[in-house]
């Protein structure tokens, strides 16, 4: 399921850029202190929570950038505006979750599974780890209230909406968020098992699956805004309404062929070919066509652009000319 970016996410823009701004400040101020703690403590998952919040405090820094550049104006060169540049930037976002986070987390348990830890004092740790989870619960929540209030206006279920929304910035947040109160559990249970075994082992094992838990949630991210990136359709649920207001209209017979792409947050394009019926003159079709697009924008406001083909065809004969070789 994917929804078109309609009035929900138009606007949430800025709070779209509140929530970003605030996981980063959140981030940054824990992933200092859980640095501390790990020295202090000499622990992997600690160290290994340290970079999972710097590789955070970037993420958040690129979905800065991604919704600032994406949200210029059409201009001569780019005619549809940069919306989709916002998911390029949301890509790099989730490769730094898997490079800076997963990659030092991984290497650093096993360092600790192979060759040991010193022991030192768990408590600043503890304390940062309980301070942490409280700091990151509240960035979750006006997260998870975006989301919510967002799926209401839908009418779809918070995950639903997760799932299908164009606002990759939002949906961040919430995967990395939640991924980070899930890896202070772990970092707590691998600190609490070795200060009761006295064995490094489980401080090191907890280092490893906090990376393996952020290489999932950049995986995720990742493969959302790659197909976003490369130009995704809407839901087939949303592309049969558009079609249903379409075929709703004067004169018109059909809608043999639609063509929804994704062109950014809270930006659609509708290309479409339309058989009108054989009495419809060209001033008819020229103000059936007007009437179209006014209806798809003020009925569906993530519309940006609506093109009409009124032509015979389904659209794939010029399209399977195209098609490379042994295709």
């Known amino acids: 399921m994917t929804e078109p970016a309609g009035k929900t996410e138009e606007s949430s823009g800025g709070e779209s850029t509140g929530t970003v701004v605030l996981a980063g400040i959140v981030n940054l101020t824990i992933a200092v202190a859980k640095l501390i703690g790990g020295l202090i403590s000499h622990s992997s998952a600690m160290l290994s929570e340290a970079a999972h919040s710097l590789a955070d405090t970037v993420t958040e820094v690129l979905l800065f950038i991604a919704l600032k550049r994406g949200d210029r104006a059409p201009d001569a060169r780019h005619p549809f505006g940069y919306g989709r540049e916002t998911y390029f930037w949301a890509f790099l976002a989730a490769l730094a979750t898997f490079g800076v986070g997963a990659g030092f987390s991984i290497v650093q348990g096993v360092q600790t599974i192979l060759g040991g830890e010193e022991q030192g004092d768990p408590l600043i740790s503890y304390i940062v780890l309980a301070v942490s989870f409280v700091l990151e619960a509240s960035s979750l929540r006006k997260a998870v209230r975006q989301v919510r209030g967002a799926a209401r206006r839908w009418r779809v279920t918070p995950g639903q909406y997760l799932a299908g929304t164009t606002d990759t910035t939002v949906k961040a947040v919430t995967f990395e968020d939640s991924a980070a109160l899930v890896g202070l559990v772990l970092a707590a249970l691998g600190l609490f098992l070795e200060q009761m075994t006295g064995d490094p082992l489980w401080d090191g094992l ?79 079709i020229e103000r059936i066509s007007d009437e179209a697009e006014r209806r798809l924008v003020a009925r569906h406001e993530g519309v940006r652009y609506v093109f009409l083909d009124p032509t015979a065809g389904d659209g794939q004969a010029r399209a399977q000319a195209h098609r490379p070789r042994g295709k």
């Open 206 to 284: 907890s280092a490893m699956v906090i990376g393996i838990l952020l290489i999932v949630v950049a995986t995720v991210l990742a493969r959302a805004n790659v197909s976003l990136l490369i130009g995704q359709s809407v839901s087939p649920r949303i592309e049969a309404e558009l079609k249903k207001e379409i075929a709703a209209l004067d004169h018109v017979v059909d809608v043999p062929f639609l063509l929804t792409s994704v062109i950014g947050p809270a930006q659609l394009l509708v290309a479409a070919k339309v058989d009108f019926d054989d009495d419809a003159s060209a001033g008819d």
